[in-house]
């Protein structure tokens, strides 16, 4: 039985029916295996742009049904909620369908190309009364729930500076569409900067951002975006940050690190699910260090524990885990910085 607009499902349901908007090679590979490995959701649909090539993708993969416009998989009474895996550019309009339709929305980050997108999607959500979430999936890795258990406990004192870096070559990427401006809105600020942005916040118990600085460089030969991009930014309560992100790297690394008054925590390959992960934690004493230990992490699929928390939201008719506001800052942020480094371009 479908959900009527704007209701909560049946509550006596066990299972959230999800449609995938823009079946891509991501969506292949990574959210639709988390929708079937998830305990309460089932996928019953998806749609590509060609008739043709979804119909072949639904039968190779045993999906009930296939469409190729977002507004026919929205229609669609088999499907409850849908998962939008679509270009940066196409967020907005394919979440005022979905929310038109009745349909709750998970969304890939970043949640818009721009805030006036942003603010547009939480209105239209609000008054189609569906639930919208951002897949921050950052924020159910048990790695970093540690590192906001430790930072909240005050072990390493009053955090003083954060700092993270994400990058990875480009050409090695099967989306093209993230060299293009129009698709993308940015270069890797908007594609992997905003893992570094909502995890930096999140850990810091989503802690505001009051002022930033933003410089970006340009390979022009590569696309119509920036490829590398530093942002500094310092938060509400003090703490300074800096996020470093690149396509022009020959490797993919992630790291994140914040230093405290009594010590600081670190940890690389803090991004990728299903891998084995290390904390380190530095103590220190008159100057010196005078502890360091680690802790190791087993990352499960967070993709699965995405789709999961969110299905449970729409179940239980609680809000979602990732707070709709924290997105709409987050975009906040990604638009003042594209503005700022512009500024100072000669």
């Known amino acids: 039985m479908s959900p009527e607009k704007g209701k909560d499902l049946d509550p006596t349901m066990k299972k959230v029916r999800f449609g995938i908007i823009g079946f891509g090679a991501f969506a292949e590979r990574a959210i639709m295996p988390a929708i079937r490995a998830a305990s309460n959701a ?16 639904a039968h190779e993969y045993g999906i009930p049904f296939s469409f190729d416009s977002v507004e026919a998989l929205v229609a669609s009474p088999e499907v409850d909620a849908v998962f939008i895996v679509s270009s940066n550019a196409r967020h907005h309009a394919e979440t005022l369908a979905a929310a038109a339709a009745g349909k709750h929305i998970l969304v890939e980050k970043p949640m818009a190309v721009s805030v006036r997108q942003a603010m547009e999607m939480s209105d239209a959500v609000r008054r189609a009364g569906v639930k919208l979430m951002v897949g921050h999936m950052l924020r159910f890795s048990p790695l970093i729930l540690r590192m906001k258990e430790i930072v909240s406990s005050g072990m390493i004192g009053r955090i003083t500076y954060a700092q993270s870096h994400f990058i990875y070559d480009v050409r090695n990427s099967q989306r093209s569409w993230v060299l293009d401006q129009k698709e993308a809105g940015a270069g890797p600020l908007f594609d992997i900067g ?43 309560r003090g703490t300074l940050g800096t996020i470093y992100t690149s396509y022009e790297t020959p490797y993919r690394q992630g790291y994140i690190e914040f230093f405290g008054t009594e010590g600081s925590i670190s940890a690389f390959n803090f991004t990728p699910s299903r891998v084995e992960a290390v904390l380190e934690i ?61 500024k100072k371009r000669f």
């Not at 850990?203 to 942002?231: C, F, K, Q, W, Y």
């Open 194 to 236: 905003i893992h570094c942005l909502d995890t930096m916040r999140f850990i810091l118990a989503d802690d505001h951002v009051t002022d930033l600085r933003s410089m970006m460089d340009r390979d022009p030969s590569t696309g119509s975006v920036e490829t590398t991009n530093v942002l500094s930014v310092q938060f509400s």
């Open 42 to 57: 089932e996928l019953t649909a998806i749609q590509k742009r060609s008739a043709q090539a979804a119909q072949q993708k």
């Open 282 to 342: 530095k103590r220190g004493e008159r100057g010196l260090v005078s502890s360091v230990t680690t802790e190791r992490f087993t990352v499960p699929d967070l993709y699965v524990l995405e789709v999961e928390r969110f299905s449970e939201s729409i179940l239980t008719g609680s809000a979602p885990p990732v707070p709709l506001e924290s997105s709409l800052h987050n975009q906040e942020i990604l638009e003042l910085a594209v503005m700022e480094a512009q």
